[in-house]
């Protein structure tokens, strides 16, 4: 039952910022963790951020402090804030959704319904 659609990327220089969007279809977003991750060529799938269905947010060590995550439940879409972007930030980014108890890790094995991802290229 959860499918997600993910908007927002784009081309950004170095130091800009963008907004994603990961809209849900079919089931309110807020009855579940919903999760960030990326993934780079020849890398894997990387948790960046969760909030729980109760706002509880977590992040990933590598987003030092860079990425927000936040909800927006009469849209019934999550959207992260990315700042200070850096080429390495160059990756397709994806949302899921968990029950709760997975949100704190960010392990992109325990979500699931996947989007085809957004692509995010960094570059000047």
């Known amino acids: 039952q959860l499918e997600l659609e993910e908007s927002g990327g784009g081309l950004v220089p170095p130091g800009g910022s963008l907004t994603l969007a990961c809209e849900g279809s079919g089931f309110t977003l807020d009855a579940f963790a919903i999760g960030w991750f990326r993934q780079a060529p020849g890398k894997e799938r990387e948790g960046l951020a969760c909030?729980?269905?109760?706002?509880?947010?977590y992040y990933g060590d590598s987003v030092k402090g860079r990425f927000t995550i936040f909800r927006d439940n009469a849209k019934n879409t999550v959207y992260l804030e990315i700042t200070h972007l850096k080429p390495e930030d160059t990756a397709v980014y994806y949302c899921a959704g968990a029950g709760d108890y997975y949100c704190k890790a960010i392990g992109p094995r325990e979500f699931r319904g996947w989007g085809q991802g957004t692509q995010v290229t960094v570059s000047s």
């Open positions: 909030i729980s269905s109760t706002d509880d947010i």
